[in-house]
T-cell receptor
Framework: EPEVTQTPSHQVTQMGQEVILRCVPI?????FYWYRQILGQKVEFLVS????????KSEIFDDQFSVERPDGSNFTLKIRSTKLEDSAMYFC?????????????FGPGTRLLVL | DAKTTQPNSMESNEEEPVHLPCNHS???????IHWYRQLPSQGPEYVIH???SNVNNRMASLAIAEDRKSSTLILHRATLRDAAVYYC?????????????FGKGTKLSVIP
């Protein structure tokens, strides 16, 4: 069964450093998403991406965040200058379409720890 | 925006049916009801969705009240692998937003 994959599974970084989280969405999916979950808290939407541009973003997704689809298979989330409060699980998701009946399929996540 | 209310936690014995309730009294006529679950240390996983009629798939059944103000996710025979947080999520029509908005969900414990 096709699945979303994410690398790395864990990332430790120093405050102020840049990190890039990588995702390979399901191959025939056209819509891509990033969510995050701070330990013990809700899963929060960050951004959605379609046709090489951001289609929606939350208040969390400020100028330190960016997303890119550098090639036909990868989808990345870059955090330019990490802060302690960026420590969280980051989940990538993809969907075939964007209608209200279509499911989003999530990857296993990248656990980011900012020291 | 319509909101959902779920119990914080529930317990079930293994191999017994589980009924997970969700209240959504302010649901609009064309809002879809989706259920996702999150197993420990994993990403959320789609379970099922519905609009008005009851729905079945290989994972679960979704029973939707006639007035649509509540729904129940039914796991017919709980296994230890079903221990997870279950989220009831409304997907709003006409809002132009396709993000999933997760609440705190119901943490299901399955007792062997």
């Amino acid at each position: 069964e096709p699945e979303v994959t994410q690398t790395p599974s864990h990332q430790v970084t120093q405050m102020g450093q840049e990190v890039i989280l990588r995702c390979v969405p399901i191959s025939n999916h056209l819509y891509f998403y990033w969510y995050r979950q701070i330990l013990g808290q809700k899963v929060e939407f960050l951004v959605s991406f379609y046709n090489n541009e951001i289609s929606e973003k939350s208040e969390i997704f400020d100028d330190q965040f960016s997303v890119e689809r550098p090639d036909g298979s990868n989808f990345t989330l870059k955090i330019r200058s990490t802060k302690l409060e960026d420590s969280a699980m980051y989940f990538c998701a993809s969907s075939e379409g964007r209608t209200l009946v279509q499911a989003q399929y999530f990857g296993p996540g990248t656990r980011l720890l900012v020291l | 925006d319509a909101k959902t209310t779920q119990p914080n936690s529930m317990e079930s014995n293994e191999e017994e049916p589980v009924h997970l309730p969700c209240n959504h009294s302010t649901i609009s006529g064309t809002d879809y009801i989706h259920w996702y679950r999150q197993l420990p240390s994993q990403g959320p996983e789609y379970v099922i969705h519905g609009l008005t009629s009851n729905v079945n798939n290989r994972m679960a059944s979704l029973a939707i009240a006639e007035d649509r103000k509540s729904s129940t996710l039914i796991l017919h025979r709980a296994t230890l692998r079903d221990a997870a947080v279950y989220y009831c999520i409304l997907r709003f029509s006409g809002a132009g937003s396709y993000q999933l908005t997760f609440g705190k969900g119901t943490k299901l414990s399955v007792i062997p």
